[in-house]
């Protein structure tokens, strides 16, 4: 459903009527800016400017020496991990499990 509205502040005036939303109901507004009837919107990105976009991100962590230790220690506490310990089936009384 899309409704016109005006802002005022922080309040939004709605300008159709919407009695089919009970009272005190949380909704989701998307928000676009109308200027003189005409609807702002931004202009899809051409193939080159999303290229460019995501090069930018591509090198943000880029030359960050503490991301390396970070993923050294996350790398290291991966390959700690030994399992559990699961006792054989001889010490389990009535096919319950001592919490091992």
Same mark, same amino acid.
């Given at each position: 459903?899309?409704?016109?509205?005006?802002?005022?502040?922080?309040?939004? %005036?709605? =300008?159709?009527?919407? /009695?089919?939303?009970?009272?005190?109901? &949380?909704?989701?507004?998307? !928000?676009?800016? +109308?200027?003189?009837?005409?609807?702002?919107?931004?202009?899809?990105?051409?193939?080159? %400017?999303? =290229?460019?976009?995501? /090069?930018?991100?591509?090198?943000?962590? &880029?030359?960050?020496?503490? !991301?390396?230790? +970070?993923?050294?220690?996350?790398?290291?506490?991966?390959?700690?991990?030994?399992?559990?310990?699961?006792?054989?089936?001889?010490?389990?009384?009535?096919?319950?499990?001592?919490?091992?």
């Amino acid at each position: 459903m899309k409704v016109r509205g005006i802002k005022r502040g922080q309040n939004i %005036e709605v =300008l159709e009527e919407i /009695n089919n939303i009970p009272d005190g109901s &949380e909704i989701i507004i998307d !928000l676009e800016v +109308i200027t003189h009837g005409v609807r702002v919107t931004e202009a899809p990105l051409t193939d080159q %400017e999303r =290229l460019s976009k995501l /090069n930018q991100l591509f090198g943000a962590w &880029e030359n960050q020496p503490e !991301l390396t230790e +970070i993923f050294k220690e996350i790398d290291q506490q991966r390959h700690n991990y030994q399992g559990r310990n699961i006792e054989p089936i001889d010490h389990q009384e009535n096919n319950v499990s001592t919490g091992y």
